[in-house]
């Protein structure tokens, strides 16, 4: 295999954004209109990432920090059963897990957008399909 230069190293990175991008419009698209529950996304997003969603991996990666300064359980608490807060604003967070919160995935569109501003916090970058499904299947195991 021929060695990558840098114009072909940023195209195929350009490539993968572009996979990701069309993969998310897609969520967006027909799929996640009817999605009306969180075990309705975690089913979509789980296809999307063409694997099942593992609950153990849910709960580590919403606990661990991943090379930034926050988790997930930062500021949605640990369990999130309960009320968070943001701590950089102080906001009050409603629970995160459907059990404790039912209208908590019920927007696939509020989803997408939370999933993209809160991963980019934790991580540096948007959670791919996997990453979400994972945390959704071991939020809706979670009761208050």
């Not at 309960?82 to 927007?107: M, S, V, W, Y």
């Amino acid at each position: 295999m021929p060695a990558m230069d840098s114009s072909t190293r940023h195209l195929t990175g350009r490539r993968r954004r572009f996979a990701r991008l069309l993969a998310a419009a897609a969520l967006l698209g027909a799929g996640t209109a009817e999605a009306s529950t969180a075990a309705d996304l975690a089913a979509q997003y789980s296809a999307a990432a063409q694997r099942p969603a593992n609950a153990a991996q849910g709960e580590a990666f919403f606990t661990a920090k991943h090379g930034r300064e926050w988790a997930c359980a930062s500021c949605h608490g640990a369990p999130p059963t309960r009320p968070g807060q943001h701590r950089a604003t102080g906001k009050p967070i409603a629970p995160l897990a459907p059990a404790a919160e039912p209208a908590r995935f019920t927007d696939p569109a509020k989803t997408e957008k939370w999933f993209r501003r809160n991963c980019n916090d934790v991580l540096g970058r948007e959670c791919s399909a996997g990453e979400k499904a994972d945390v959704l299947a071991w939020l809706m195991g979670l009761r208050p």
